[in-house]
Nanobody
Framework: QVQAVESGGGSVQAGGSLTLSCVVT????????MGWFRQAPGKEREGVAA???????GYVDSVKGRFTISQDNAKNTLYLQMNALKPEDTAMYYC????????????????????????WGQGTQVTVSS
């Protein structure tokens, strides 16, 4: 059974940093696409960053230059390093995995196709105060 468990959320002031982690277990296929998504109250869920098994990455424009997605295959862990945080980054952050369709070399496009991600974590809250 595939499980994704996020951690690392918290409350920070604007300009601060946080690193989110997501441990994904229960799969052996090494061809995948994984991503971080977020949903603020009253807003639709949006893709933030994606990475695939070949190391391709992509980011939504609003986080480019501030967020970095990475992975540690030995630890089955996905990371999202978030720097220069803004109040508008406040949201519940989710990691998600697509283990069926293979890598996503166009990672930015992959962020827009949420239905491809079968496995989702429960989310971790990020709150940025001004």
């Amino acid at each position: 059974q595939v499980q994704a468990v996020e951690s690392g959320g918290g409350s920070v002031q604007a300009g601060g940093s946080l690193t989110l982690s997501c441990v994904v277990t229960g799969f052996s296929d090494r061809k995948y696409c994984m991503g971080w998504f977020r949903q603020a109250p009253g807003k639709e869920r949006e893709g933030v960053a994606a990475i695939d098994s070949e190391g391709n990455t992509g980011y939504v424009d609003s986080v480019k230059g501030r967020f970095t997605i990475s992975q540690d295959n030995a630890k089955n862990t996905l990371y999202l390093q978030m720097n220069a945080l803004k109040p508008e980054d406040t949201a519940m952050y989710y990691c998600a995995a697509d283990l069926a369709a293979g890598p996503c070399p166009n990672a930015v496009q992959a962020l827009r196709i949420m239905f491809r991600y079968t496995y989702w974590g429960q989310g971790t809250q990020v709150t940025v105060s001004s």
